[in-house]
């Protein structure tokens, strides 16, 4: 068995049909949106990128900004053994410095080193320093409380470190040799000549080791307190981050100066900030100390780095930073309004992109800010920047303020912007398959009154009325269905007349034809009997007359019946009169005696004639006259008269005698007829000779003997 077709209504069809082409068109549109978005977005965001930056160049003093950016070069470490600090001075302006061990956070004192002086340390003495001056090797004591100073001793120059073992009131001088010096006795003893001249050495009391920096500054070394030998040396690098990936790799470390904390048993050495330094594996890290010796902690950085922060919070953005560009491509940053894990220290550093040192140079050159792409940054992720110059009094540019944003930040508006443009076009899209299921309904409708009353149409209720008003066209289809329905229905009700009309005529046919069989009636008398009966219109049936005959052992019974107008009402009768009229005949024989009194009681109104056929002669029962005619041999016809049924009506030689509705044509009958046989022949010839279409008549035509 097939499985049906599917076929979809209208309302899936328009539903299939316009929901994607409106989809297709919904997202087109939302595409264009969001791309014309993404752009305003974008520009939106350069906008504000450069508003941001222009307002923080144009409040920063670049005097102030030098100040903070300006490294601050150390000349030389000591601890002071009396109080928790290192001493330091500050080479470009020669103040002495207070400096926390524990973070390394910085206050500059009012203490000056006296000029030419380049190098400090410990005394022996509480609140002094040991100042020298390494050219000539002058020692000086030095003040901590006043500032003021003595001399001291002197040393062969020239000098390049100084390291003092407090317990032992001994000073260690490295130049191109190593010396002692007891600080009691002020005595000299000459230790060894040195392959190199060491940065700067320093005593380690806890372990008793006198340590001294390489030559270049990269290296850490082991000297023997007793000889200056080297006993050990290590590599100074980078300590590796907790988070390292697998391929890291430490970096070489040059410090300018350094010195021992037994507090935390690690050197604490400097180059433009404070590290720490694991004697026994040389890794140095920062972890702990305050960026820029504390300066970020001064009032000069806070000044413009909270109103930055307040910048930074209200627009939304990533980073907001002061930086110098050194060396093309080196970037130290200056003031940082980020607060958290992601702050810039100040004087930190960091490389530029390839692909920005070109707009950067630009921008210190010529003055021109400059605004990046987005671009990937190995430390801070994916960022769009801005940078605009800050100009100094003359109007060069000295640095830049630069403004980030995180990527996440942009595609958080975009997805923002994406999500509403979608949004809007979901909502169309189910504004439009709710309007195209509403005009599918509102068409469907009208279409399904139209298809239930083909439906009933079709079943033959053909009284249908399609009420639709709108649409116009359903309107008119449906108008158009009633007309055709009505108009079928009066056809078909024609039809179903005429076809009724030609059923009934058929049947009427049908029975008139059966009828006409019933009692086994001839059309002809048989072959060799003196007598011949039928129709004697040519062309025409037997049972085109109620008249009629049936034979029975040699004898015929014939009747002639007036015909009537319904031919079905003739059948019949002829029918009931021959099983009638056979029935006698079967029952009494050729006894003209016994038929005669049933005969003459049966169908008297409306038989006209019977007659009894037999070999002997004829035996005629007439109701009216001119039923029976006599033809002689030479044609004359003539009216005859029947005597009573139980005598028989004899005939002369070579004369017929015919039996015959009134006004049949007699005289036509001109063929004479002799012997057996005769009047078959001359019916034959009379029929032949009557022309067609004429009255229906039934004759019987009796021959005489020859």
């Known amino acids: 068995m097939s499985r049906p077709a599917f076929r979809l209504t209208l309302q899936g069809t328009l539903l299939l049909g316009l929901l994607p082409v409106l989809a297709v068109l919904i997202i087109t549109y939302a595409t264009h949106v969001y791309y014309a978005l993404n752009d305003l977005i974008m520009e939106g965001f350069d906008h504000k990128l450069m508003a941001v930056c222009s307002t923080t160049a144009s409040f920063l003093d670049p005097a102030d900004h030098a100040k903070l950016v300006d490294p601050l070069p150390l000349g030389g470490l000591s601890r002071d053994p009396s109080d928790n600090l290192i001493w330091g001075y500050d080479v470009n302006e020669g103040r002495f410095l207070k400096i926390r061990p524990t973070d390394g956070f910085a206050i500059v004192t009012p203490i000056k080193l006296p000029k030419g002086f380049n190098n400090i340390a410990s005394g022996i003495e509480k609140n002094a320093l040991l100042v020298l001056d390494g050219a000539t090797g002058q020692m000086k004591l030095l003040s901590t409380i006043t500032g003021e100073t003595t001399d001291a001793f002197r040393l062969e120059p020239p000098i390049t470190g100084l390291a003092t073992d407090n317990p032992r009131g001994l000073l260690y001088a490295s130049g191109r040799t190593l010396d002692r010096v007891d600080l009691h006795t002020l005595q000299v003893t000459h230790l060894r000549e040195l392959p190199e001249q060491y940065r700067d050495i320093s005593f380690d009391t806890k372990h008793q080791i006198l340590w001294a920096l390489s030559e270049h500054g990269d290296e850490l070394l082991d000297l023997d307190p007793a000889d200056g030998s080297v006993r050990h040396q290590v590599k100074l690098v980078t300590e590796k981050p907790a988070d390292a990936p697998a391929a890291w790799q430490p970096q070489p470390v040059s410090l300018v100066v350094f010195v021992y904390d037994p507090a935390s048993d690690r050197m604490i050495g400097t180059s433009t900030s404070l590290v720490s330094v694991n004697w026994q594996t040389g890794e140095v890290s920062t972890k702990g100390f305050l960026p820029g010796f504390g300066r970020e902690q001064g009032p000069i950085y806070l000044r413009y780095a909270v109103p930055m922060r307040r910048i930074t919070n209200r627009t939304n953005l990533t980073f907001l930073y002061t930086q110098l560009v050194r060396n093309r491509d080196q970037i ?375």
């Open 332 to 706: 130290t940053y200056g003031i940082d309004g980020t607060v958290g894990d992601k702050h810039s220290p100040l004087l930190s550093q960091d490389v530029l992109p390839e692909s920005e040192i070109a707009g950067v140079q630009r921008l210190l050159t010529e003055g021109t800010p400059h605004i990046t792409a987005v671009r990937a940054w190995e430390k801070w992720g994916l960022l769009k920047s801005a940078f605009v110059p800050i100009f100094d009094q003359l109007g060069h540019p000295v640095a830049m303020a630069g403004t980030d944003v995180d990527i996440t930040t942009i595609r958080y508006e975009t997805r923002r912007a994406l999500v509403i443009t979608f949004t809007f076009g979901a909502a169309l899209l189910v504004l439009a398959g709710m309007l195209s299921y509403a005009i599918a309904r509102q068409l469907n409708r009208p279409l399904a009154l139209i298809k239930a009353a083909a439906l009933r149409a079709a079943a033959g209720d053909y009284e249908q009325h399609v009420a639709v008003r709108r649409p116009r066209e359903l309107h008119d289809l449906a108008h158009a269905f009633s007309h055709a329905t009505a108009t079928l229905g009066q056809s078909f009700h024609e039809l179903r007349d005429a076809v009724t009309a030609g059923r009934a005529l058929r049947d009427r046919d049908a029975l008139v034809q059966r009828l006409s069989t019933v009692g086994a009636l001839a059309a002809t008398a048989p072959a060799g009997s003196p007598w011949a009966w039928g129709v004697l219109a040519p062309g025409r049936e037997p049972a085109g007359s109620s008249s009629g005959a049936t034979m029975h052992d040699g004898a015929a019974l014939v009747w002639l019946h007036c015909p009537m107008d319904d031919a079905v009402g003739t059948a019949a009768r002829r029918a009931e009169i021959a099983l009638t009229a056979e029935a006698l005949l079967r029952r009494h024989g050729p006894d003209a005696t016994r038929l005669a009194a049933p005969l003459g009681r049966l169908f008297a109104g409306e038989i006209d004639l019977w007659g009894l056929l037999t070999p002997a002669g004829v035996h005629v029962l007439a109701r009216r006259p001119g039923l029976v005619h006599r033809v002689t041999a030479d044609g004359a016809p003539a009216v005859g008269a029947a005597p009573d049924f139980l005598t028989p009506l004899p005939a002369a030689s070579g004369e017929l005698i015919v039996l015959a509705h009134a006004g049949s044509p007699v005289e036509r009958l001109t063929v004479p007829a002799t012997g057996a046989g005769g009047a078959a022949a001359a019916f034959a010839a009379w029929r032949g000779a009557v022309p067609a279409g004429g009255p229906v008549h039934f004759v019987v035509v009796v021959a005489s003997p020859s």
